[in-house]
C-alpha cells in the first residue's frame, strides 16, 4: 500500500471517528450536526482516497464528491433553520428539549 494512500485513509478514518463522537455525545442540534458534517468529511476523504489511487482517469469520482459536498451544504442550510426555529421558539436548541416539539 502506498504511504500516501496510508496518510489519506488514516485521515478520513480520524476525521470519522471524531464526527461519530461528536454526534453521539453532543445534546446541542448544532454540535450534532457538525459531527455528521465530520463524519461526511470523513468518508469523502476515503472516497477520493480510493479514487485517485484506483481510478485516477475516471472522473466520476470527482462528481459524485461534488453532489455529496452540495448535499452536505444543503443539510447544513436546513439544518440550521431548523436550529434557528427552534430557538427562536423555545430559547434553546438542546435535543433534550425537543422530546416535547408540536406542529
Known amino acids: 500500500m502506498s504511504p500516501d494512500l496510508l496518510i489519506a485513509l488514516l485521515t478520513g478514518a480520524a476525521l470519522l471517528g471524531v464526527g461519530i463522537y461528536g454526534a453521539l455525545s453532543q445534546t446541542n442540534l448544532v454540535m ?7 463524519i461526511l468529511a470523513g468518508a469523502l476523504v476515503n472516497l477520493v482516497a480510493f479514487w485517485r489511487f484506483l481510478h485516477p482517469d475516471n472522473y466520476a469520482g470527482q462528481m459524485f464528491v461534488l453532489i455529496v459536498m ?34
Open 70 to 103: 452540495t448535499v452536505m451544504a444543503l443539510e447544513m442550510a436546513v439544518g440550521f433553520g431548523v436550529a434557528i426555529a427552534r430557538f427562536r421558539a423555545r430559547g434553546s436548541v438542546e435535543m433534550e428539549e425537543a422530546r416535547e416539539l408540536q406542529g
Open 32 to 38: 450534532i450536526m457538525m459531527g455528521v458534517e465530520l
